[in-house]
């Protein structure tokens, strides 16, 4: 089975989905299953995971209910209130539904100490007698506090999206590099490979551009704990559901095919729960 680690889905609402811009026209419409089933069929993907793209558990209740009626959505990361008073009765609530199979918060639109913020760590501190794990959205600057809040919890199950968002545009490795070597050193943190070309100069990316980077998380993470996710339809501001995909498959191309099926599905199997 070939999994899509990170697809969105939403209805648009222009007073709602403010970080959709002037300048990001295309994502501007509906993104239902039906859409995004055709494409991930012409790329012979199986299966994916939802991954919640606004902060309401309204969100999280949308993708569980189009997890319900489409089958290839193996499982939701969906969104609640880590610093919430009543979180202990919502997690008791969600973990009735075996299609949630964790959490996130767009934590790249919070201030620095957020990640930090006492009420936030106690609220990360539930997810593991849940079995949920948890989705790191962040832009760069901010892995130095998200390695030294994972280490706190070395049994609850984080993943990096979009590795952790480097200078792509710019060609820039450090100080990325060297906090992703730092990351990787806890063992229950994976990494998506996935929002890469929406990091690049948009439109205008070669393959190369990516290889360092690929090189990086592959290096310090291993093949165990690395898989492809898409960030579809948020990739369409820089190219097709093809482009981004033949990036990372021409990357692995010379690797094995057990490795492969590991990028492509296994691991990310694995990290979410997700019977194959």
């Given at each position: ?16 989905d403010t970080w959709i811009n002037d300048n990001m026209e295309i994502l501007k ?248």
């Amino acid at each position: 089975m070939r999994l899509d680690s990170h697809q969105h889905f939403w209805k648009f609402d222009p007073i709602r989905d403010t970080w959709i811009n002037d300048n990001m026209e295309i994502l501007k419409q509906d993104f239902f299953p039906g859409k995004s089933l055709e494409v991930l069929k012409k790329n012979n993907i199986d299966k994916c995971i939802a991954i919640q793209a606004d902060q309401s558990e309204e969100e999280t209740f949308f993708l569980l209910d189009l997890a319900k009626q489409y089958d290839f959505i193996s499982g939701i990361v969906g969104w609640i209130d880590l610093k919430g008073e009543n979180l202990n009765n919502r997690l008791d609530y969600f973990a009735q539904f075996s299609l949630i199979k964790g959490f996130r918060h767009i934590l790249q639109n919070e201030p620095n100490d957020f990640i930090l913020d006492k009420k936030f760590i106690n609220g990360i501190s539930y997810l593991q007698k849940y079995n949920f794990t948890y989705d790191i959205l962040i832009y760069n600057q901010q892995l130095e506090n998200i390695i030294t809040l994972v280490k706190k919890f070395p049994n609850q199950k984080f993943v990096l999206d979009h590795l952790g968002k480097p200078l792509i545009s710019q060609g820039i490795l450090e100080p990325w590099k060297k906090n992703i070597s730092q990351l990787a050193k806890c063992e229950n943190v994976s990494c998506k490979i996935s929002g890469m070309i929406t990091e690049a100069k948009l439109a205008k990316w070669q393959e190369k551009d990516f290889w360092p980077y690929l090189d990086t998380v592959v290096e310090c993470f291993g093949i165990d704990r690395v898989f492809y996710g898409s960030d579809y339809p948020v990739c369409l501001l820089s190219g097709s559901y093809q482009d981004q995909i033949n990036i990372v498959q021409n990357y692995f191309n010379h690797y094995s095919l057990t490795e492969k099926n590991k990028i492509f599905g296994e691991n990310a199997s694995v990290f979410y729960h997700i019977n194959i």
